[in-house]
């Protein structure tokens, strides 16, 4: 609703219009379109038919949405990420992530320019301090900031700020047991694919019984609780250490995660397993998951639901064309 009167108010500004008569189009715009569109998809046809363009214009956090160019946004810094290097396919680079809240909600801003993050690495801009950016991307529920984007010290005092996402979303550091998570971090370490055995037809762990059966050769044979003695098929188990920025902690894959990844059966040929490893190691990545305690090492771990690649070479490209 926030964001409705945000538009409105834009809109009424922009058109010289009275806010009450941008209203009164916006309703009748949804009522020709027999309601099929919300309040605020019929302000923003609106605010076209009347040549106003959101482009440069100064936005509010909850006003942001995906594959918005050129955001001008003042926000105050209220956490900020360590500064990390990168080195992909040749290309080195720095990337510093930090957020910024307003008082209608916080976001992440995203810094791949070198002399942005300076202002940073020389503590000319540091947490507490409000900034104003301009021409800014976003992406996912990121501001983007490219070497043509504008960043700077603001003057503007911002005293009441709303600290909590718009969308949730957490740090390693803040991650409890038995919340799911959605972070963005680094593969810092990739252990190597275990393996276990599973009924081929129901997918579940098959157990090994030892002695049983009379034709038992080498000491067992597998057993499914439903489908009884099996050829059991092989699935892997892929554990990682992500890190970001706040904390590290240990994250395990099965097969459905896996396959988001890499080819399972990969995993089974030690060269290509190998590789693999090699390219996901030291690799960004949205995780979603699970927080477990692990029994056996008394801490907490995440059991993956989700990985997708943050592809730096595709958010450069984006940033720079
Ligand atoms: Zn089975």
Not at 178 to 196: E, I, K, T
Request: a negative charge; glycine letters at 8%; charged letters at 30%.
């Amino acid at each position: 609703m926030q964001n409705y009167e945000l538009i409105v108010e834009r809109i009424a500004k922009a058109a010289g219009l009275e806010k009450e008569e941008v209203e009164r189009r916006v309703e009748a715009k949804k009522a020709k379109l027999s309601g099929l569109i919300s309040k605020e998809g019929a302000a923003q046809i609106i605010a076209a038919e009347l040549g106003i363009n959101f482009e440069d214009a100064d936005l509010k956090i909850s006003e942001l949405t995906a594959g918005m160019r050129r955001v001008n946004i003042v926000g105050k810094i209220i956490s900020m990420y360590p500064v990390r290097e990168f080195n992909k396919n040749g290309r080195e680079g720095k990337v510093l992530n930090f957020t910024i809240a307003d008082e209608t909600g916080s976001t992440r801003v995203v810094l791949w320019d070198v002399n942005h993050i300076e202002l940073f690495e020389s503590e000319k801009i540091k947490v507490g301090d409000v900034v104003e950016i301009k021409n800014g991307s976003t992406r996912e529920n990121e501001i983007h900031l490219s070497g043509f984007s504008e960043l700077k010290k603001s003057e503007v005092v911002m005293d009441e700020i709303k600290t909590g996402a718009v969308v949730s979303e957490g740090s390693l550091e803040e991650a409890r047991q038995g919340q799911n998570v959605r972070v963005r971090g680094v593969v810092v370490q990739v252990f190597a694919p275990r393996f276990y055995k599973v009924c081929s037809s129901c997918n579940k762990k098959a157990v090994v019984t030892v002695g049983s059966g009379e034709s038992v050769v080498g000491g067992g044979e597998y057993r499914c609780p439903e489908h009884g003695v099996v050829t059991p098929g092989d699935r892997a188990i892929l554990n990682f250490v992500l890190d970001d920025g706040t904390e590290s902690m240990r994250v395990v894959m099965f097969s459905d995660q896996i396959k988001l990844v890499v080819a399972e059966e990969d995993l089974k040929d030690e060269v290509k397993a190998a590789a693999f490893r090699d390219d996901f190691m030291g690799s960004e990545i949205y995780l979603s998951g699970n927080v477990k305690r692990n029994q056996l090492f008394n801490n907490l771990e995440i059991v993956a639901t989700g990985v997708e690649k943050v592809d730096v070479e595709k958010l450069i490209q984006v940033l720079s064309d």
